[in-house]
């Protein structure tokens, strides 16, 4: 019924390599959606000062920005983003070089880009643009990653690029009344156990604590999380983790900073850092001091019965866990999503659609044997949307 | 409830919020909005087709109390709840209007909203929908197309923006299509509205329950006499778009 005005007035044109810095951040923002915190700007510009610039990709409508992304190159050797090791059996050139999509180290990602009718237009183009980028540099093509699986489908629709199933998420709604909410809905052992891990908690003497960021020692957390990080094999050092988190307190992340402490007697013996944003708290970082000989279930606690009740308290209607310890998240009542990447090929070899159709079949089945019950329905797209393209 | 004609807003939001600073707004409109409302202390306030949320902002800072901001774009609803949630304002941004929110409010504000029901139906709910959200005795403030604007197609162009009428032998036809073209920086799109007469508005808000009409022109309330106000101003002051219709849930 709305008829377009006049199309050569609203065409859509696209740029690369405008910094961040130069672009207005509300502008930037006014693309981001609830779910879409870790590409929001001022999360963006946090990476560049801990980790320094990358080019933008923006794409411009007669009014302004409509759809941009920021790039990196993705992990050059095995872990959480490394290309080879998502696709390894769909044929393609992925020992070359690809351009990645979106915020460095996201396990979240969506299109920052406008709603509604013009939104496929708009990532058709920034799809483009991106195949031009990558083609002038010499990359085999560009994937973004850690996509919600029904945003996928939307994104390789509109770009001609392919959807590869290949890791999950943790999330939980939260319901009025916290974690007695939650627990209601469990079976009576899983409700004891809970409880027995929230009993010993306290009865170790441990107690917890929320704090904003301006009440954090960055130091100390880049030393928990660090020990963290290095306990399951992680390599980042302290120092690393301590540009991170200035890199946040320069770009005014920190203004969505809640962190659950625990402590015992006036020591800290662990922390875990949320975001609020939206409707949603996003967990990210967790650390915990591991001198302490202290079985004491602080990482539940911390990341799990805690912030059900604080998020209750504070309006939010969903906890976000990220893509580890899946099974420990869905013991206690988490649902898992799944994370499919877009990839496409610039040389005009096209991806196997087959290839990509059995692995995303096996990797649902994966899944399926694994988290039975705790799926959310956006599995089903798997087997009844296939890739739309190729 | 159109979703189709408040789609088109879907890329508009950063001009829209960059429009609260020029000059036709910003000396004229929004004074003229702020002086009518008067004092907000404490008040319970919706900001119906809020857009990016600067009014339901500005309130929130004067002192309002529950401010809700109800848009059915999502591109303006991101923009609107980024900003406030970097500005730390409590302010939630809705695009459905629930039960909990009838009859709730003391003030409800409409600015450039009638103007994009596309049928007669549409206007009538969307005013129905207004006062709905009102309780007994609250106040509404909307501004609609003005009855009487200037039908030439360039007259506000030095204000940044052109109103053509779809059917420019017959500008004042009732629920006709106008094309707002936005040109303050070059050509920067623009989008449809539909041009509603006074009697058309009037019959609408009565129906939905709002009692004693009032009708306010704008004006530069920094200048006294109008005269006195910039002259870049006069041409609008003579012929604004809009216009300010006050009422009173009965
Ligand atoms: C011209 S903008 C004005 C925005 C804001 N009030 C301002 O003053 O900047 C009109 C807004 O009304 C919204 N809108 C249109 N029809 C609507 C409806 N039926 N219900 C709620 N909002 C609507 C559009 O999405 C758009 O954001």
């Known amino acids: ?390 | 409830m159109n979703t189709a004609s408040s789609d088109q807003f879907n890329e508009y939001a950063s001009i829209y919020e960059d429009m609260s600073q020029w000059p036709f707004r910003k000396y004229i409109e929004i004074p003229s909005v702020f002086q009518e409302i008067g004092d907000v202390d404490g008040l319970s306030i919706l900001d119906f087709g809020c857009g990016t949320g600067m009014y339901a902002r500005w309130l929130k800072q004067r002192g309002a109390g529950q401010v809700v901001g109800y848009d059915l774009t999502e591109g303006m609803l991101n923009y609107a709840r980024r900003r406030a949630e970097k500005e730390d304002l409590d302010i939630s941004f809705v695009s459905h209007l629930g039960p909990e929110l009838i009859g709730q409010f003391d003030l409800v504000l409409g600015v450039y909203v009638l103007p994009y029901a596309t049928t007669r139906p549409e206007l009538q709910a969307m005013c129905a929908d207004m006062v709905r959200l009102m309780r007994p005795g609250g106040r509404l403030l909307t501004l609609p197309i003005h009855p009487v604007y200037d039908p030439h197609p360039n007259y506000y162009e030095p204000y940044g923006f052109r109103l053509i009428a779809e059917d420019p032998e017959n500008p004042y036809a009732d629920g006709e299509r106008v094309k707002l073209e936005l040109c303050k920086n070059g050509e920067q799109g623009g989008v449809f509205a539909w041009y509603w007469s006074a009697t058309s508005l009037e019959r609408a808000l009565e129906q939905a329950g709002l009692r004693s009409l009032k009708w306010r022109e704008l004006s530069a309330s920094a200048y006294p006499d109008a005269n006195q106000a910039p002259k870049e101003l006069h041409a609008y002051l003579q012929r604004p778009h809009s216009i300010i219709i006050e009422g009173v849930r009965g």
């Open chain 1, 1 to 390: 019924m709305v008829v377009p005005l006049r199309d050569d007035a609203r065409a859509f044109c696209s740029g690369v390599s405008e910094k961040l810095c130069e672009l207005d951040e509300h502008e930037w923002d006014a693309l981001v959606s609830d779910e879409n915190f870790y590409n929001s700007y001022r999360w963006l510009r946090a990476l560049e000062h801990a980790l320094g610039e990358t080019d933008v990709l923006t794409v411009r409508g007669p009014a302004g920005l409509v759809a941009a992304c920021t790039l990196w190159n993705g992990g050059q050797s095995p872990g959480l983003f490394y290309l080879p090791s998502f696709v390894a059996d769909i044929p393609g050139p992925w020992q070359q070089k690809f351009l990645w999509l979106g915020g460095r180290r996201n396990t979240h990602n969506g299109v920052s880009c406008i709603e509604g009718r013009r939104r496929f237009e708009a990532q058709a183009e920034l799809g483009r643009c991106a195949s031009d980028y990558a083609r002038d540099r010499g990359y085999a093509g560009f994937v973004m990653p850690y996509m919600p699986y029904s945003a996928a489908l939307k994104f390789a629709d509109a770009i001609g690029g392919t959807v590869i199933l290949h890791s999950a998420e943790a999330s939980l709604e939260v319901p009025e009344t916290g974690l007695s909410g939650v627990m209601a809905r469990w079976r009576k052992h899983a409700r004891v156990q809970s409880k027995s891990e929230i009993a010993t908690f306290r009865r170790l003497g441990s107690r917890v604590e929320w704090a904003a960021a301006v009440e954090l020692d960055d130091s100390l957390a880049a030393d928990l999380i660090t020990q963290n990080r290095s306990r399951y094999g992680g390599v980042s050092d302290h120092e690393w983790m301590q540009k991170i988190l200035a890199g946040q307190r320069t770009a005014g992340v920190s203004h969505f900073v809640n962190a659950a402490i625990s402590k015992r007697n006036d020591d800290i013996t662990a922390l875990t850092i949320f975001y609020s944003f939206g409707t949603a708290l996003h967990a990210r970082y967790f650390g915990a001091n591991y001198n302490l000989d202290l079985n004491d279930f602080r990482y539940f606690v911390l990341s799990f019965y805690e912030p059900l009740d604080y998020a209750a308290a504070n309006g939010f209607t969903k906890l976000r866990l990220s893509t580890s310890a899946l099974r420990a998240k869905v013991k206690r009542g988490a649902k898992i999503e799944p994370q499919a990447l877009v990839a496409k090929c610039v040389d005009g070899q096209p991806i196997c659609q087959h290839s990509a159709n059995q692995h995303n079949l096996r990797t649902l089945r994966q899944y399926q044997d694994e988290f039975a019950g705790h799926l959310c329905r956006d599995w089903e797209l798997v087997e009844s949307n296939p890739n739309l393209t190729s």
